[in-house]
């Protein structure tokens, strides 16, 4: 090119210098890669961008916010200057190397940049499908990135100092240790990011629960290194990676899956309020359509047996008996049994568990149909309402500390009998 240039100065009668020459063939390359610049930026991937603006389609989308055709662009600008370079100028020239070495860094800066952005756009367009989001992408294609990182760096670090890759390979071959201390955690990272895949162990979306960072809510992002949990309280949480492997956590996506969420709650009661069941108290209950059932069986059952075994009634000591706390516990299981908000094909009962210095616990156990939380508090909250409503029906007393109000009622007693005294 530079012959020619100077043939074609030759014609003007201008004297040919090399400087002359280069200083042409160097502003012949600017002017070619500012149009080449100017058509593919104003024109084409202004065309481009208003399209993946204007589209619905996530992919579109995708590939104008991470900006993969841009970076292309200017890889292939630089790819247009090295050919120019090597084309037009002499061969073995100092400019021609400083040319075409910068040319090629800026090549293999900007593919490293372009294949950021294709996997960015790979991400955003695997997230929408279901099957992906159980997989750790993220933590993956950040693995991706680190390596072609680290193996760009080397090649850009030999072309500069203009020795082979893999002398500089070798070299790092014996800082191994050093190394592996400083990417510990991209390295531990990646083993449990392919475990949590590999285990479906977690994914995003699921609720984690895991006291010992003070985690409890949704899990929005799984990387190469943290997994970040929105908390309930709308606090992020950032876990490492590792983390999820080396220590316990609660997943609750099961439950979510299954439609159902336990309760598990109990009440305290007055053991002293537990006694038989009267006559008077056996009718007045037997009214309750929930109860009509259990008692009429129950009370067949008891006769019976008293009569076989020939027992004497007149002492509370002998024989079976109906009580009311065993009847309260019958109650409550038919009116779960009853309730259209609570899981009939899951585990349900109400139980009575070891006493204790505040009384004898009934517990309730039994499943939701929902796992919405709103709705299950609600769902939680009516039935214990329920229950601490009708427990006086049974004449059972729930155990409590002595409130301000106990106080005031039992000064009001003592008050009198001393006035009277």
């Known amino acids: 090119m530079q012959q020619r240039i100077a043939q074609w100065l030759d014609q003007f009668g201008i004297e040919f210098t090399d400087i002359m020459s280069l200083v042409l063939v160097l502003v012949l390359i600017a002017l070619i890669s500012v149009v ?67 040319a090629q860094v800026w090549i293999m800066a ?35 990135k680190l390596i072609a990182a680290i193996l760009i760096g080397i090649m850009i670090v030999s072309l500069l100092m203009g020795k082979s890759p893999l002398l500089l390979l070798s070299g790092l071959g014996a800082m191994t240790a050093v190394l592996m201390l400083v990417f510990k955690d991209p390295i531990l990272g990646l083993v449990a990011g392919i475990q949590l895949s590999a285990n479906d162990m977690l994914k995003i979306g699921d609720w ?27 606090t992020v949480t950032t876990i490492p990676t590792y983390a999820l492997i080396s220590d316990s956590f609660k997943n609750w996506r099961s439950m979510s899956e299954s439609g159902g969420r336990r309760i598990k709650r109990s009440i305290n009661i007055d053991t002293t309020s537990v006694h038989f069941l009267s006559e008077q108290e056996e009718q007045r209950l037997n009214r309750n359509p929930l109860l009509q ?14 009569q076989q075994a020939q027992v ?57 149909n929902t796992t919405v939380w709103a709705q299950y508090e609600s769902i939680q909250s009516d039935i214990f309402d329920h229950l601490f409503a009708v427990i006086g029906e049974f004449d059972l007393r729930i155990c409590q500390t002595p409130t301000g109000h106990d106080m005031r009622s039992m000064l009001t007693e003592v008050r009198p009998a001393a006035d009277v005294s």
Not at 47 to 74: D, E, H
């Open 36 to 102: 080449i610049h100017f058509i593919l930026h104003r024109v084409v991937l202004a065309a481009i961008q208003r399209r993946g603006q204007q589209s619905q389609r996530v992919w579109q989308q995708a590939l104008t916010q991470y900006k993969l055709f841009q970076r292309a662009a200017l890889l292939l600008q630089g790819v247009i200057i090295n050919l120019q370079a090597l084309l037009w100028l002499h061969s073995g020239s100092q400019t021609q190397a400083v040319i075409v070495t910068a």
């Open 110 to 144: 900007y593919a490293l940049l372009t294949l950021f952005s294709l996997l960015d756009t790979l991400l955003a367009v695997l997230r929408e499908s279901p099957a992906a989001n159980q997989l750790p992408l993220r933590g993956i294609f950040q693995s991706v």
């Open 208 to 234: 984690l629960e895991m006291p010992k960072y003070g985690a409890d809510g949704a899990v929005t992002d799984i990387g190469l290194t943290t997994v970040k949990v929105r908390n309930w309280d709308n």
């Open 293 to 306: 059932h259990y008692l009429n069986h129950k009370t067949e059952e008891l006769d019976q047996y008293n």
């Open 312 to 368: 004497d009634l007149s002492s509370p000591l002998n024989g079976r008996r109906l009580t009311n706390l065993g009847t309260l516990r019958a109650y409550l299981e038919a009116y779960l049994r009853a309730h259209p908000h609570i899981h009939q094909h899951m585990t349900l009962m109400v139980r009575q568990l070891a006493p204790t210095p505040e009384g004898v616990p009934l517990e309730i156990y039994a499943f939701t």
